[in-house]
């Protein structure tokens, strides 16, 4: 886990009059969630927010859970973004579901070349509306859009469904970074 610092101090001695004692170096705080079978790229995608990395080659599923912070700026308000990337395993539910109900915004992640991490989305949201907040913000991606000659999961596809259910969406890559900050920044506002 990782931390961005929250605040930063000043000695009350040396500048009294100048600046507060205690300073936030953000104006809001936002708490993130990422959603999705195990494999679609949930841990990627944030590292690739996060670092601007990409972690290739063996594939470490998420044991529960896991947070980062990221600072972010939107409409020249600093925001503090908490993203908690969850398992994708079902072993796990019952660990995550726990959160749901403090997240103000989910983005709920398929694999654009595993059709089976499509056709869960639909579940995944019954999921979402059984234990998140009524009125969290939800945006659908379809993740790994670099991989084309592999892709069974057509743009429309994932289009249609978003706007079955009233939710914006985007496919996005984690190894290219292809939307992955539009992304996060969207549900910031
Ligand atoms: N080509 C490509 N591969 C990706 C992308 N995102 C993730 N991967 C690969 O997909 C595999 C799974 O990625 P993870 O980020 O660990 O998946 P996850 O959704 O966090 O899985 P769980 O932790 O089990 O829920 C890894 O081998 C990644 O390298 C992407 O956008 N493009």
Same mark, same amino acid.
């Given at each position: 886990?990782?931390?961005?610092?929250?605040?930063?101090?000043?000695?009350?001695?040396?500048?009294?009059?100048?600046?507060?004692?205690?300073?936030?170096? @953000?104006?809001?705080?936002?708490?993130?969630? %990422? $959603?999705? #079978?195990?494999?679609?790229?949930?841990?990627?995608?944030? !590292?690739?927010?996060?670092?601007?990395?990409?972690?290739?080659?063996?594939?470490?599923?998420?044991?529960?859970?896991?947070?980062?912070?990221?600072?972010?700026?939107?409409?020249?308000?600093?925001?503090?973004?908490?993203?908690?990337?969850?398992?994708?395993?079902?072993?796990?539910?019952?660990?995550?579901?726990?959160? @749901?109900?403090?997240?103000?915004?989910?983005? %709920? $992640?398929? #694999?654009?070349?595993?059709?089976?991490?499509?056709?869960? !989305?639909?579940?995944?949201?019954?999921?979402?509306?059984?234990?998140?907040?009524?009125?969290?913000?939800?945006?659908?991606?379809?993740?790994?859009?670099?991989?084309?000659?592999?892709?069974?999961?057509?743009?429309?596809?994932?289009?249609?469904?978003?706007?079955?259910?009233?939710?914006?969406?985007?496919?996005?890559?984690?190894?290219?970074?292809?939307?992955?900050? %539009?992304?996060?920044?969207?549900?910031?506002?």
């Amino acid at each position: 886990m990782t931390g961005t610092a929250g605040a930063t101090a000043t000695r009350d001695e040396e500048a009294p009059k100048r600046s507060p004692p205690c300073s936030p170096s @953000y104006d809001l705080t936002g708490k993130v969630m %990422l $959603l999705g #079978d195990s494999g679609v790229g949930k841990t990627c995608f944030l !590292i690739q927010f996060k670092d601007g990395a990409f972690l290739s080659g063996t594939f470490i599923a998420t044991v529960g859970i896991d947070f980062r912070n990221k600072l972010v700026t939107v409409d020249g308000m600093r925001v503090k973004l908490q993203i908690w990337d969850t398992a994708g395993q079902e072993r796990f539910r019952s660990v995550t579901h726990a959160y @749901y109900r403090d997240a103000q915004a989910l983005l %709920l $992640l398929y #694999d654009i070349t595993n059709k089976a991490s499509f056709d869960n !989305i639909r579940a995944w949201l019954t999921e979402i509306h059984e234990y998140a907040q009524r009125d969290v913000v939800i945006m659908l991606l379809g993740n790994k859009a670099d991989m084309s000659s592999e892709r069974v999961i057509r743009s429309e596809d994932g289009e249609t469904l978003a706007r079955e259910y009233g939710v914006p969406f985007l496919e996005t890559s984690a190894k290219t970074g292809m939307n992955v900050e %539009l992304a996060f920044l969207a549900i910031a506002k």
